[in-house]
């Protein structure tokens, strides 16, 4: 049977490491064309070769998703390209480990910037792509935190909370043109997220947390991302235990909230 991303035109943003690595890497294996974004183009070129693409298949276009105006001469490089793109992958993201209290708002607003505006920007820039012929997959990653708060974590919820918003509401708009939205709501991967992610004042976090450091590989994340796509799930749960939690704060509300007041985190 023919793979179902055989010869697929598929951009993948934050593709140096972690999450958008492991889907670089999964979408070559499948045939995929593969666009790789992120900031540092010497990550994006390790990734290029181990994932076994060359020229002919893959196109490595770093860009800042911080800043949004350079979006358009991404989309006119990547036309030249390979004309058209098939499937959007919103990766890039940052993490935070804050209390409120202390959070300075201009770190509050870089959060919302990248984890948000940037990828409401880049859907905005490549849904008329997908409008003029009528089909195209947009994937968001969002996270298990998209659907429950929690401490130290505030502003990081608050992006993926208004990700499944956005989302949810382009999905109803745009399914008559065969175009599907896909929510993605991984738990625990153990990639470098807790590392970068951003304290109180902007600073690196710095640390590996527990959660992270057992959590699922990148590349067992993109093979359930990949499935949830060929399936046309739009709302997914990847990962370990950790995944039932959202499912606690619905149907148990009290538990959860008296749980989360419990546990420690940092």
């Given amino acids: ?26 979408f070559a294996k499948e045939g995929a064309k593969v666009i790789l974004t992120a900031r540092r183009e010497e990550e994006l070129l390790r990734v290029k070769k181990e994932a076994g693409l060359n020229d002919q298949n893959s196109f490595t276009l770093p860009l800042d998703l911080y800043k949004i105006d350079d979006i358009d001469g991404a989309i006119v490089k990547i036309k030249e390209k390979f004309s058209g793109i098939d499937i959007l992958i919103c990766n890039a993201g940052i993490a935070q480990r804050s209390l409120v209290k ?22 905005k820039k490549v849904l008329p792509i997908m409008l003029s012929k009528k089909s195209g997959n947009i994937v968001v990653i969002s996270s298990v935190m998209g659907k429950m708060g929690i401490p130290f974590r505030a502003m990081y919820c608050a992006s993926k909370h208004a990700l499944h918003g956005f989302f949810e509401a382009l999905r109803g708009e745009v399914f008559k043109d065969n175009i599907k939205v896909h929510i993605i709501c991984p738990g625990y991967v153990k990639t470098n997220v807790s590392i970068n992610a951003v304290t109180s004042e902007g600073q690196a976090h710095g640390k590996m947390d527990k959660g992270q450091e057992k959590g699922i590989t990148p590349e067992k994340c993109a093979d359930g991302i990949l ?7 739009e709302e997914v749960y990847i990962g370990g235990s950790e995944t039932i939690a959202p499912r606690v704060k619905v149907l148990f509300p009290r538990l959860f909230s008296a749980i989360i007041k419990r546990v420690e985190f940092h």
Avoid: C, H, P
């Fill in 1 to 26: 049977m023919a793979n179902s991303f055989s010869n697929k035109v598929v951009w993948v943003t934050g593709a140096s490491s972690g999450i958008g690595e492991g889907l670089v890497k999964a």
């Fill in 102 to 123: 202390d959070s300075l708002l201009q770190v509050d607003r870089q959060i919302m910037e990248l984890n948000f505006f940037a990828v409401i920007e880049l859907t």
């Fill in 227 to 233: 499935k949830a796509i060929r399936k046309n799930k």
